[in-house]
């Protein structure tokens, strides 16, 4: 039980990362901006071409390594994430929503099918191999790697919760949420504010990126897709547009994940997240956290 739980708590952590980003983009633009996931997969393969220019640097620990390549890649996914809006969604702003939908699947096979023609159709093997002895703890065997990557997450998400909720800033974001006219007229700089939320929301999908192949082993120009839509399972899970609902939501994915694989079968892994996520839409579409969904005419 104990180990079942971990399990799902470490993999929950990346969900929950990269889940912020997609319920901080829904709460501002209400946009589900499918590309996200493919944020991750950039985030992984900009620090695997960093890591391949610092293997100088490889002999001073992976760890202390890993966390300084990490916070290189969040300013790169960061602002790939300021660009894509400022070229891709920004123009759409008033268009119909399925416009921009259908303009975030296109950014989502461009990023994807980029990376695939640069680095070709083959995994990549991570230069970084996150693995440790195992020590048991409440009958859970942990490793050194495991408890520093969830203290990382943990701390970005700490950092994000006092950010969104106790800066100038933050304050910005949730009036936006609110009501967008409104915020504009009282002087807010809206295109400035939803610039950094996508800053904000990609760094973190690049964080988890980054330790995700560090703790895997291994990189390829799909590994955002399935990840990003599991993400996007955790957001509705927990609440889309609210950022306790995606921590949560990724936590209780990771978990239902971690019993459901014991229970039936690693096969079965993918269907028991989708399926979540099709009775959460049919009897709780609101999530976990009721964040009510208001439509803007």
């Known amino acids: ?11 929950g952590s990346f969900y929950a990362l990269i889940a912020l980003g997609y ?3 829904y709460g501002i633009i209400k946009l589900l901006n499918f590309a996200h996931g493919d944020i991750y997969m950039l985030g992984a393969f900009f620090s695997f071409v960093v890591l391949g220019g610092m293997s100088g640097l490889l002999g001073i620990g992976s760890i202390p390594v890993l966390l ?31 416009s921009v939908l259908i303009t975030a699947v296109g950014v989502s096979f461009t990023l994807e099918y980029a990376v695939r023609q640069i680095f070709g159709p083959n995994p990549e093997v991570f230069p970084i191999r996150l693995s440790g002895t195992p020590i048991t703890i409440l009958g859970a065997r942990i490793t050194l790697p495991q408890v520093v990557l969830m203290i990382v997450a943990a701390l970005l998400m700490f950092g994000l919760q006092r950010y969104i909720m106790h800066t100038r800033e933050g304050r910005a974001m949730r009036a936006i949420a609110l009501d967008q006219t409104a915020s504009l007229l009282m002087g807010v700089n809206v295109n400035k504010v939803i ?22 082993g291994s990189i390829d120009f799909l590994m955002g897709f399935v990840i ?59 999530g976990i956290l009721g964040e009510r969904v208001t439509e803007r005419v």
Not at 1 to 11: A, H, K, P, R
Not at 80 to 89: D, L, S
Not at 257 to 282: K, Q
Request: charged share 10%; net charge positive.
């Open 68 to 98: 300084l390549v990490m916070l290189i890649a969040m300013l790169f996914t960061g602002f790939m994430g300021v660009f894509i809006e400022r070229v891709a969604y920004r123009p759409l702003r008033g268009s119909p929503r399925l």
């Open 195 to 216: 610039s950094r939320t996508f800053f904000i929301g990609s760094a973190l999908a690049g964080a988890a990126g980054v330790m995700a192949a560090a703790y895997y």
């Open 228 to 286: 990003g839509l599991k993400a996007f399972t955790a957001a509705v899970i927990g609440g889309i547009g609210n950022i306790y609902g995606a921590m949560l939501g990724g936590l209780v994915l990771g978990l239902l994940e971690s019993f459901g694989t014991h229970l039936f079968g690693g096969e079965w892994r993918d269907v028991f997240a989708f399926g979540f996520l099709i009775l959460f839409l049919t009897f709780r579409p609101t």
């Open 1 to 11: 039980m104990s180990q079942l739980i971990w399990n799902g708590l470490f993999v």
């Open 23 to 25: 319920s901080m983009v």
